[in-house]
């Protein structure tokens, strides 16, 4: 357990990081003693900076949820995290210049209908509980260089979090078989990766069950309304100036992006 203070101090140098576009060396290189719960206790700090800098929570997020994203990124662990307002993206452009080294993956998103409230929340109580199924591409930017972070350092940097495209497919979650869901990502035509919705710890709702039940553990929900990202189904794949981004979901339409200077 570290001061207040630190936290504090923590959160500040990665909310700086991200609007100077530098990295920062991982806080575990200069804190090895930082756990789990500090991670969470700096991610807390970083989202009141935001909030105070009259940012909105825009989603709340899974992340590590596949096996490709854990394989990838070496963390065996699901982490949470948020999604700002300023980081959902509507015209279609990524702003490449606005960001460090971003990379793409795709995901499934859900819209709730009603309050989730853990302990004991399950893939049943989270498929009653979704209005909507939504198909999304989440644009990850660590504030750590090459992405290497240990768990502690990617939860305190709110998971990576930078940018979101939300697609305007939105299905009722009974049309659909979330598991069996496929998608491609492809980048300038050329087919990056793929896969389905089990992916995600078996299906996606699990991971949203997991984060009502990691809530919980801290007195918080879900709420009616919440936009939920579950995690990359596929691996991430770097952007470069110019990248046209397709990706395509069965059932649930297709997002396509470009990368630009604005
Ligand atoms: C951490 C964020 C992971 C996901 O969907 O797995 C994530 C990272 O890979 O930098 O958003
Ligand atoms: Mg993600």
Redesign the pocket.
Known sequence: MQSELLYKRLAQKLVDAELNREVVVKLTAEYPELTVEDGYRIQDELVSLKLEQGHRIFAT?M???SQA?MKQ?NVHEPIRGYIFDYMNIEDGILPINELIHPKV?A?IAFVLREDLEGPGITEGHVLAATDYVVPAL?I?D?RYAQ?QFSLPD?IADN??SSRVFIGSTWRKPDDLDLDLVGVTLSINGELKDLGAGAAVLGHPAHAVAMLANMLAREGRKLYKGDLILS??ITG?HQLREGDVVVAKWGGLGSIEFVVKTR
């Open positions: 997020k992340g590590l949820t994203k990124m993956e995901e989440e990850i660590s992405f990617v998971t990576s995690g990359g991430s």
